[in-house]
């Protein structure tokens, strides 16, 4: 009997797929890391307490399967009921469950660029069809106006994904320019707010007050949890029960539940940390502009700059040299510009000099 090359036994859409690709994990010490957006503090001493007292005599025993008890406590922080929420291991899970719930294979999964580069992934394992509509000039989000005169957004989409505040750029978008986008739509829309803490406003009341809108967060970028993956839905609980019956059995690990509810019982130690980053953000942002940088305002956890004498993917391995990790993305719109994450003021300081060492 003639062998079958495995590559044959594989679906030719994932023999075709490009897959997502994460920011640098380094292999070597002593790089300064500025190139996943992590936090650059650690999460809050009670929260560290609370995870070490859960792990003794219950790693043998199944997590909560619908992460009843932290839905209790996102419900109660964000006014609205239990069935509005669905947690997830980190938001991405629960964005691909929406692509799976939600589009038909062969529809529309439509989305903004340069965005997430998740999204157009996400519609390709699933046999979508993804739309991707350039962001308006200094990627600001374009108009319904604008949209509908250009005849490439698509306002029938059985789903849209719109990150606020954008990945990489990190320009914020107003609630009420989201909110027309929105009732402009007829397919069900995602907010997704995996940096909102940094932002000026947030637009989670849009969840609330349409059936066809849900708003993503996480609790990875802000709340110091990348380790543990936890994220979150919020939106109709006929979208989020849809979800629910389509998601793994204990899709969310006991030591993340426990880790996010005791966040929520420290809110005030984590707000102290947003505005740290915030004011190293604007402080950095500075610094960068009078040495020639050109960089985009930005309402998330890192800056997106235009390097100035050599090309951004020769400042990418200038810096790397200089032991700084940052992020480059090659496509077209994007090939000129580095992402910075926002880490420690020491952290800053190191990119600062780096940056001076480079243009000399």
């Given at each position: 009997?003639?062998?079958?090359?495995?590559?044959?036994?594989?679906?030719?859409?994932?023999?075709?797929?490009?897959?997502?690709?994460p920011?640098?994990?380094?292999?070597?010490r002593?790089?300064?890391?500025?190139?996943?957006?992590?936090?650059?503090?650690?999460?809050?001493?009670?929260v560290?307490?609370?995870?070490?007292?859960?792990?003794?005599?219950?790693?043998?025993?199944?997590?909560?399967?619908?992460?009843?008890?932290?839905?209790?406590?996102?419900?109660?922080?964000?006014?609205?009921?239990?069935?509005?929420?669905?947690?997830?291991?980190?938001?991405?899970?629960?964005?691909?469950?929406?692509?799976?719930?939600?589009?038909?294979?062969?529809?529309?999964?439509?989305?903004?660029?340069?965005?997430?580069?998740?999204?157009?992934?996400?519609?390709?394992?699933h046999?979508?069809?993804?739309?991707?509509?350039?962001?308006?000039?200094?990627?600001?989000?374009?108009?319904?106006?604008?949209?509908?005169a250009?005849?490439?957004?698509?306002?029938?989409?059985?789903?849209?994904?719109?990150?606020?505040?954008?990945?990489?750029?990190?320009?914020g978008y107003?609630?009420?320019?989201?909110?027309?986008?929105?009732?402009?739509?007829k397919?069900?829309?995602?907010?997704?707010?995996?940096?909102v803490?940094?932002?000026?406003?947030?637009?989670?009341?849009?969840?609330?007050?349409?059936?066809?809108?849900?708003?993503?967060?996480?609790?990875?970028?802000?709340?110091?949890?990348?380790?543990?993956?936890?994220g979150?839905?919020v939106?109709?609980?006929?979208?989020?029960g849809?979800?629910?019956?389509?998601?793994?059995?204990?899709?969310v690990?006991?030591?993340?539940?426990?880790?996010?509810?005791?966040?929520?019982?420290?809110?005030?130690y984590?707000?102290?940390?947003?505005?740290?980053?915030?004011?190293?953000?604007?402080?950095?942002?500075r610094?960068?502009?009078?040495?020639?940088?050109?960089?985009?305002?930005?309402?998330?956890?890192?800056?997106?700059?235009?390097?100035?004498?050599?090309?951004?993917q020769a400042?990418?391995?200038?810096?790397?040299?200089?032991?700084?990790?940052?992020?480059?993305?090659?496509?077209?719109?994007?090939?000129?510009?580095?992402?910075?994450?926002?880490?420690t003021?020491?952290?800053a300081?190191?990119?600062?000099?780096?940056?001076?060492?480079?243009?000399?």
């Amino acid at each position: 009997m003639p062998s079958i090359h495995p590559q044959f036994l594989i679906r030719p859409l994932v023999r075709a797929l490009h897959p997502y690709v994460p920011g640098e994990q380094p292999k070597i010490r002593g790089l300064i890391k500025l190139n996943t957006n992590e936090n650059p503090y650690p999460p809050s001493p009670k929260v560290l307490a609370a995870v070490k007292a859960a792990v003794d005599g219950r790693l043998r025993l199944y997590p909560n399967p619908t992460a009843e008890a932290l839905r209790q406590k996102l419900s109660r922080f964000h006014a609205c009921a239990p069935t509005n929420i669905i947690v997830g291991n980190g938001s991405d899970e629960l964005l691909a469950l929406a692509t799976r719930a939600f589009v038909e294979p062969g529809k529309t999964v439509q989305f903004f660029t340069p965005s997430y580069s998740l999204y157009p992934v996400l519609a390709q394992i699933h046999g979508a069809s993804p739309n991707a509509v350039p962001l308006a000039e200094s990627f600001a989000l374009p108009s319904v106006a604008a949209l509908r005169a250009g005849h490439a957004w698509d306002f029938r989409a059985a789903l849209t994904f719109v990150t606020t505040p954008n990945a990489p750029t990190g320009c914020g978008y107003g609630t009420r320019q989201l909110d027309q986008l929105c009732r402009a739509q007829k397919g069900v829309v995602i907010l997704d707010e995996t940096y909102v803490d940094f932002a000026r406003e947030n637009a989670l009341a849009l969840a609330l007050r349409h059936p066809h809108v849900i708003v993503a967060r996480t609790f990875s970028k802000a709340y110091s949890l990348c380790f543990l993956r936890v994220g979150y839905f919020v939106g109709h609980p006929s979208l989020i029960g849809a979800l629910q019956k389509i998601r793994d059995s204990y899709n969310v690990n006991g030591l993340g539940q426990v880790a996010a509810a005791a966040t929520l019982a420290d809110l005030p130690y984590y707000r102290r940390n947003f505005k740290r980053i915030i004011a190293t953000r604007q402080r950095l942002s500075r610094q960068l502009a009078a040495l020639g940088f050109d960089v985009l305002p930005s309402q998330a956890n890192f800056i997106f700059v235009r390097p100035p004498r050599f090309p951004a993917q020769a400042w990418l391995q200038k810096l790397r040299d200089e032991r700084v990790l940052v992020r480059w993305f090659g496509a077209a719109e994007t090939k000129h510009f580095l992402r910075v994450t926002i880490g420690t003021d020491a952290e800053a300081d190191a990119l600062l000099q780096a940056a001076r060492l480079i243009l000399r």
